[in-house]
């Protein structure tokens, strides 16, 4: 049905940058939010960063003014850009979208297979 596929995850330094990507694919209608989420381990799934259809943005505080999510709808992609990066934010970070499929259809939670952030200090 809806396949989403992250990538530009990997290792950096304290202080470093990396972007993510996340393209959605298949039988898709519309989207409307996308967003990122992290889970290191032994803690649960937390929100980092999410945008609206119309480009609206809400961050947790932990990441204001280090990270930006951005969307390009015309490629149904999300995007992810993290600054100032941190040993905390070392985790696993997860693409969401929630979409449509037809024209009519409920709106439904899709999620990507995750990529791995590790930030050494």
């Known amino acids: 049905q809806v396949q989403l596929v992250e990538s530009g995850g990997g290792l950096v330094q304290a202080g470093g940058s990396l972007r993510l990507s996340c393209v959605a694919s298949?039988?898709?209608?519309?989207?409307?939010?996308m967003g990122w989420y992290r889970q290191a381990p032994g803690k649960q799934r937390d929100q980092v960063a999410i945008?609206?259809?119309?480009?609206?943005?809400n961050y947790a505080d932990s990441v204001k003014g280090r990270f930006t999510i951005s969307r390009d709808n015309a490629k149904n992609a999300v995007y992810l850009r993290m600054n100032s990066l941190k040993p905390e934010d070392t985790a696993e970070y997860y693409c969401?979208?929630?979409?449509?499929?037809?024209?009519?259809?409920?709106?439904?939670?899709?999620w990507g297979q995750g990529t791995q952030v590790t930030v050494s200090s």
């Open positions: 945008i609206t259809s119309g480009g609206s943005t």
């Open positions: 298949g039988t898709i209608f519309s989207i409307g939010s």
């Open positions: 969401n979208a929630v979409v449509a499929l037809w024209r009519g259809s409920r709106y439904e939670n899709y």
